[in-house]
């Protein structure tokens, strides 16, 4: 079964990703960059310095304010797409599972970039960066982007901040990072998402969730195991203690998505119980706005 | 302390399992299920965050089991039915009344038996907490219900089921056996009598009081007291019916009586008795066959007030067939026995001489009676029903010299063969007197000397008259073929048929062996001899013969006897029943325990 059928592909059609100038990369496209002198676009008028090119100078500028001044213009470079899908063995939990809708959303931004003439890249990761896809480019490299969501499995432990090491190293230009992931990791996700967008990469973080892990509804003596470890913890589920649960889960939430806004990203829920039509429509496509 | 509805082993057992019920219930709870969660860290710090401050909270699941012991023991402490109080130390025996007058209902349509069973069941239950109780069915025949016992379980099983007899309980009889079994015991002891009358005779006894304790309000009822019936002797197959009705209430009241032989009505009136009053009612049936008599008085009605006890609206009665008693007379001439025995309708007559006795030896047995007219044949005659008139001396029946004009000085007017005549007006002009056995019944006297006696010895029955029918004025007194009659019948072993009911509680003899008998439920009963449990009024039938059993008699006032009502009374009314205390506490833990653990205050 396609992971985007003809509906979505349509409304994606009519979605654009707006990239911020500083996550385009270095090569000419369709995105606005920071690189300046080169464009046809008028950016801004700033204060010469030696080592500029002489032929820049704003001579009417200097014969009004008596001051040596450089115009620069906006150069128009493709946006590069990252597309970071978790796939942990905690992506397997969930109804439908998370890696599910998890697949859908990557392949539904991995369309955007392609059908932008930008470069998509998937990149599954759990405890580090897995084997990524070759650069998309061109619609007709969709389907190579739909065989390989479909071979994801869930496996292992999620360890973003190994990730996110691991992917600025093997990624060091700019770009606009969606990150696809259930957030089911204790750790402070915020210092990794402040390095990648140190990198000025644009980030866009899709939280996958279900009931289950937002708001389960088990009671009494119950041996939790984890799903992606291993480890056991033995509880006497009360209200209190699923109270206590969803405050944490909550504000492990918040504490990201702040890391998120600080770092000009976005935080965007993906409900699994939600239909992805329904999904696509009112959670995805706002986050597909210039933030 | 004590437990009225298990024994103490038993309330052991079951607190054992319940226990075990509720420990594995615990642990089985207690037992955790696997539930895999995509992250535990975040469920640890809930764990952390939520962790209970106060100490006893840590042990919510241990109290919990606590809790749930404590139910459960509780509730298997109230199964036992636990007794808190002090009744009589010693030993008790309850005399429960279970006759007809125990079926009387009050206002509100209670029995007094269900009257005296709720106050038996409240002795029981105070008298067991510290002493010993036995309980003594009181009808017909006095029962021993229950041998003494410590637990009030046993004698509140025995109470159960109770349904009075339909005849008048013998309550001295089973004060006696209840008075034995205090004695037995060797303690202190008292006998409760729960009854509606107190008519039982009183023993001056130090050891044993005897206390009585009245049930039952003053009631009125209109009953038959009185129904009988028998063949009319100048009638062949006439019977006639006598009905006697009662007014036991101080008000005028209405019935209607139907008197029937089986579904035929042979009379329907009527009858309006008066505060008090008797009335008598009168009936005439025809019928060869038996009759099998009822009378029933239906929509009484009591001005101002209502018929209180039921089963005395009917009484059942019976008429023998008429069955011919083939009765061979040897004499030489007597006009007076051979027309008195001739009169009656009921006797197939042979008249013979001396001479032609010898001929008839051998088919003497085709005769029901021999009656023989100063005639002393040789050898003696062996007949097992030989009535003789001038007893001529015998080795079987000796006879002392003759006596002149002897006067009557006693007879036995309870004797079957005189009832209703009177002998004491009766001319003997001579006799010889007879010389009775220690045996034999000595029925009309002169002094010392017998002049008629009756002899019922191996099977055989002899009625010897020591006069003939020359010698007295027997003879022409209206009442000599009565005489005849009740002779005959004696003779012939058919008194029994003649009493046309009997009372609830005498046996029912039937022929055969073994033989059925039928109640009147229609219920059959194999028996060997006789039924003994006729308890309960109406027609009973064997295969050759309807009897019935009818309570009709003199009633007696239904009103409750005065007496003091010093047994205790249950100890549950006008107090808060343990049971519902138990099941407040009871609710009152799962509610607290409720809060505990699903509201997680303390988890």
């Known amino acids: 079964m396609a992971l985007l059928d003809r509906a979505a592909q349509r409304l994606l059609e009519r979605l654009h990703l707006k990239v911020r100038p500083r996550a385009a990369s270095g090569e000419a496209g369709g995105h606005r960059s920071e690189a300046r002198a080169h464009g046809l676009e008028f950016a801004e008028r700033r204060e010469y310095v030696t080592g500029d090119d002489a032929r820049k100078i704003d001579w009417q500028a200097f014969a009004r304010n008596r001051t040596l001044s450089v115009r620069t213009f906006e150069e128009e470079r493709d946006a590069r797409v990252f597309v970071l899908v978790d796939v942990s063995a905690s992506m397997s939990r969930g109804t439908p599972p998370k890696l599910e809708v998890a697949r859908q959303i990557a392949a539904s931004f991995g369309f955007l970039g392609m059908n932008q003439v930008d470069r998509a890249q998937v990149i599954p990761f759990a405890d580090t960066l897995e084997r990524t896809t070759p650069i998309l480019r061109r619609r007709d490299d969709y389907p190579a982007l739909e065989s390989f969501l479909g071979a994801l499995a869930p496996h292992g432990a999620t360890s973003f901040e190994a990730t996110a090491r691991t992917f600025l190293q093997r990624f060091p230009g700019r770009g606009y990072v969606v990150v696809v992931s259930d957030l089911m990791e204790a750790a402070d996700w915020s210092p990794s998402l402040r390095s990648i967008a140190q990198r ?16 389960p509804s088990f009671r009494g003596e119950v041996e939790l195991q984890d799903a992606e470890t291993g480890d056991v913890l033995r509880v006497t589920v009360t209200g209190a203690l699923l109270e206590a649960y969803r405050a944490e889960i909550e504000a492990h939430v918040e504490r990201t998505r702040d890391a998120c806004r600080r770092v000009g990203g976005r935080l965007v829920e993906a409900p699994v119980e939600v239909p992805f039509d329904q999904l696509l429509r009112q959670v995805l496509a706002p986050a597909l706005e210039h933030p | 302390m004590n437990f009225a509805a298990l024994s ?24 955790p299920r696997t539930q895999v969660v995509s992250n535990v860290e975040f469920w640890r710090r809930a764990v952390e965050r939520s962790r209970p401050r106060a100490l006893f909270a840590t042990r919510v699941p241990w109290l919990a089991l606590l809790v749930s012991l404590l139910i459960a023991l509780s509730l298997v402490g109230e199964m036992g039915d636990p007794r808190v109080g002090s009744g009589f130390s010693g030993t008790t025996v309850l005399v429960l009344a279970a006759d007809r007058t125990m079926t009387t209902r009050d206002d509100h349509g209670r029995r007094r038996l269900d009257e005296a069973l709720a106050l038996a ?14 309980i003594v069915r009181a009808g017909l025949r006095p029962e021993v219900l229950v041998p003494l016992t410590h637990r009030a379980a046993d004698a509140d099983r025995a109470l159960v089921g109770i349904e009075p007899d339909d005849g008048t309980a013998d309550l001295s009889a089973a004060v006696a056996v209840a008075r034995g079994i205090v004695h037995g015991a060797h303690t202190t002891g008292r006998v409760v009598v729960v009854a509606d009358r107190d008519d039982f005779a009183r023993v001056a006894d130090p050891q044993v009081s005897v206390v009585f304790a009245p049930v039952g309000t003053p009631a009125e009822t209109i009953a038959v007291t009185a129904f009988d019936a028998r063949r009319d002797p100048l009638a062949l197959g006439e019977y006639h019916v006598r009905c006697e009705v009662r007014s036991y209430s101080t008000r005028r009241a209405r019935a209607h009586l139907v008197i029937r032989d089986r579904d035929t009505i042979l009379s329907e009136e009527r009858v309006t008795p008066g505060p008090g009053e008797v009335t008598v009612h009168r009936a005439r049936g025809f019928s060869s066959a038996q009759a099998e008599l009822s009378a029933r008085l239906d929509d009484i009605d009591i001005e101002g007030g209502r018929d209180a006890l039921t089963g005395d609206d009917v009484a059942y009665a019976t008429v023998p067939p008429v069955v011919a008693t083939r009765v061979l007379l040897v004499t030489r001439g007597n006009r007076y026995l051979a027309n008195a025995l001739a009169a009656n309708p009921a006797v197939d007559l042979e008249i013979v001489d001396e001479a032609a006795l010898a001929a008839r030896r051998s088919t003497l047995s085709r005769y029901q009676v021999v009656v023989l007219d100063r005639v002393a044949p040789e050898p003696p005659l062996d007949h097992p029903a030989l009535f003789l008139f001038g007893v001529v001396g015998s080795p079987a029946l000796r006879v002392g010299p003759e006596l002149r004009a002897p006067r009557v000085t006693a007879f036995a007017a309870d004797h079957r063969v005189l009832a209703g005549l009177r002998f004491d007006q009766v001319q003997v002009v001579r006799a010889h007197p007879l010389l009775p056995t220690a045996d034999d019944r000595v029925l009309v006297r002169s002094g010392h000397d017998a002049l008629a006696i009756a002899r019922d010895r191996d099977g055989a029955r002899v009625l010897a008259l020591g006069f003939d029918t020359d010698g007295t004025d027997l003879v022409q007194r209206i009442a000599f073929p009565l005489f005849m009659h009740n002779s005959l019948v004696w003779l012939d072993r058919r008194e029994r048929e003649f009493h046309s009911w009997q009372p609830p509680g005498e046996p029912i003899r039937a022929s055969g062996s073994p033989a059925v008998v039928l109640t009147p439920a229609g219920v059959g009963h194999e028996v060997r001899s006789a039924l003994y449990d006729t308890s309960r009024a109406g027609l009973y039938h064997t295969a050759d013969r309807a009897i019935a059993v009818s309570a009709a008699e003199e009633a007696g006032s239904l009103a409750a006897a005065e007496g003091p009502r010093d047994v205790h009374r249950s100890a549950r009314p006008g107090q808060t029943p343990v049971a519902l205390v138990l099941a407040a506490a009871i609710l009152l833990l799962l509610v607290v325990e409720w809060l505990f653990t699903l509201r997680g205050r303390l988890q």
Do not use: F, K, W
């Open chain 1, 200 to 215: 000025g990469n644009q980030i866009c973080l899709v939280r996958v969730r279900c009931n289950e892990d937002h708001s």
């Open chain 2, 8 to 31: 103490p082993a038993a309330l052991l057992g079951v607190a054992l399992a319940a226990t075990l019920a509720v420990v594995a219930l615990y642990l089985l709870r207690r037992t």
């Open chain 2, 121 to 134: 069941r409240a002795t029981v239950l105070a008298d067991t907490v510290s002493g010993q109780v036995a």
